[in-house]
């Protein structure tokens, strides 16, 4: 089973971020689960949301404590939020921001694959919120296919055709950009 | 075809493909995306329903009584005070026969306000003498929607189907949503005997004194054990059109089993987890999932646990100063048959806190290193 945890901050959609990855594995043929960390969600509170693929039926129902990937939708997050809690060690941590990955390294220690795109100007681009207040889990699930391999570019495109109310091709473009920029440290 | 869908969208779902035709409700967390997508369902004419607008979970339920005594197929949804809200009116509908389903959502009553996992709200409805079903996945909840109207409108009682918030209602997983066809042919139009009709006038809900009451509620006592016989039924044909089993009770490696623990709800779906990892060890322990909790199996409960050393029943419920509402019952059960099965009365996740496979390996190996329960109940996790 493969435990993908998301943190970002009301508003910048991580939980549907979380339902679109689902649905981007489903594609694929794999059982899957997502669901939001149970709170009352307000708009800039720190919010978790999480997903599970596997191939057979998964009866695991509790939240995620020991994910083997980590998605972070906002930096800020890593000071407010232990991120990497729990994380597996070889586990991937994939950040949206603008720095370069060797300042998260220092940050987060060698025991991760470290990963950082700056999804926040591609949503930007893409005319995906707005820049004070970016939506940017559609461009960070393509650098999440990318990063991880897990799945493909394609499923992500297709997943957010079928599952996104608004604004497909730009979101769908985002996820494709995003693809292409992310970076390793 | 399969979808992934929350829990809540899947009763929205079950709701259409049963042709429902009235359907009111008052929105409260985590109920309130299964009437948001009835609404939108109902205003773009994909379901051919009135949606009744309503000031309260009370009124809803009124609502529902009105259209059901005039005959039309309806539903309604709620959870935790707005359950608690609609009480009075429960009793109404079980004792005037209505053949009404009503989602709950479980979430914990307040005070101190909390929207998450929990059964006290639905099992404080015992004795309104509505069906009650607990489901486990997102697939259960909306076939139990389908089943229970097949149900409902055969024995002419209420049937209240019920799973844990969040946990289910706002988890995405893959459902197979049926065809509307297959709903058709297993549900057919529901035509009830007796209905509001200006044409045919007749007295409902009027007084019954001492001299017939009391044979009306044997009747009503007589026909609900008759619905655990009946669904058994029900679970068959469903199974034949939908290829999908169900029973009354369901039972997991409950074989040759010294410890079966009892449970509903999401929390069956990590002791799944915890019994196959005990067994393993080579530990031999099972699972019972209950189902249908209204009426109660009694005989199925007996068949099913007789044999045991022990059973570990698990509640996310609390009646304070007795403990959880599951175990009561099973130990009601079982109390005429001999060499009777030592009870673990257990409350865990109250209030929607996390059940996971360790807590319950870690709760069966408690069963399992003593004779008899050092708590009753043992409180789970609790802190200091």
Known sequence: MIEIRFHGRGGQGAVIGSEVLAHAFFIEDKYVQAFPAFGVERRGAPVMAFCRVDDKEIYLRNQIYEPDHVVVLDSSMLEAVGVTQGLKKNGSVLINCKRSPNHYRDLLGDEYQLYVVDAASVAVEHRLGSPSNPIVNTAILGAFSRATGLVRIESIEQAIEEYVPVKKENNKKAARAAYERVIKA | ?384
Request: aromatic share 8%; proline share 5%.
């Open chain 2, 1 to 384: 075809m399969k979808q992934v869908i929350k829990g809540n969208i899947a009763v929205s779902h079950g709701v259409k493909l049963c042709r429902v035709k009235v359907i009111s409700a008052y929105p409260i967390t985590p109920q309130t995306t299964i009437v948001e997508e009835l609404s939108e369902m109902c205003a773009s004419g994909e379901l051919d329903a009135k949606f009744i607008k309503v000031e309260s979970e009370h009124s809803a339920m009124a609502g529902v009584v009105g259209s059901s005594s005039a005959g039309v197929r309806s539903f309604t949804a709620t959870s935790s005070q707005g359950l608690l809200l609609m009480h009075e009116v429960l009793h109404w509908a079980a004792g005037a026969r209505l053949p009404i389903v009503l989602a709950n959502v479980n979430r914990a009553v307040g005070p101190g306000w909390n929207i998450w996992a929990d059964q006290t709200d639905s099992l404080s409805q015992r004795d309104t003498g509505l069906i009650q079903i607990y489901c486990e996945s997102n697939q259960e909840v909306l076939d139990s929607v389908i089943m229970s109207y097949k149900l409902a409108e055969k024995v002419s009682l209420p049937v209240m189907l019920t799973y844990d918030a969040f946990f289910l209602s706002h988890t995405s997983e893959i459902v197979d949503i049926p065809e509307i066809e297959q709903a058709d042919e297993f549900l057919p139009p529901y035509n009830p005997e007796f209905r509001i009709d200006i044409n045919n006038p007749r007295s409902f809900g009027g007084m019954i004194g001492p001299d017939y009451y009391f044979e009306e509620r044997y009747v009503m006592h007589k026909d609900a054990l008759e619905a655990l016989e009946y669904y058994q039924q029900v679970c068959k044909d469903f199974k034949e059109i939908f290829g999908r089993e169900y029973d009354i009770c369901e039972e997991y490696r409950t074989g040759d089993a010294e410890v079966i623990v009892v449970a509903a709800g999401t929390i069956t779906s990590v002791t799944r987890i915890a019994v196959d990892r005990l067994r393993e060890e080579g530990k031999k322990v099972g699972l019972m999932k209950l189902r249908i909790f209204r009426p109660v199996p009694v005989e199925r409960w007996r068949k099913v646990l007789g044999n045991a050393a022990k059973v570990v029943v698990m509640d996310r419920n609390l009646t304070a100063g007795l403990g959880g509402v599951f175990a009561s019952e099973i130990q009601a059960a079982l109390y005429p048959i001999e060499n009777k099965p030592m009870v673990y009365p257990v409350i865990a996740g109250l209030g929607g806190r996390d059940v996971t496979p360790d807590d319950v390996e870690g709760i069966i190996n408690y069963a399992l290193s003593n004779d008899e329960p050092t708590d009753v109940p043992l409180f789970w996790g609790l802190k200091e």
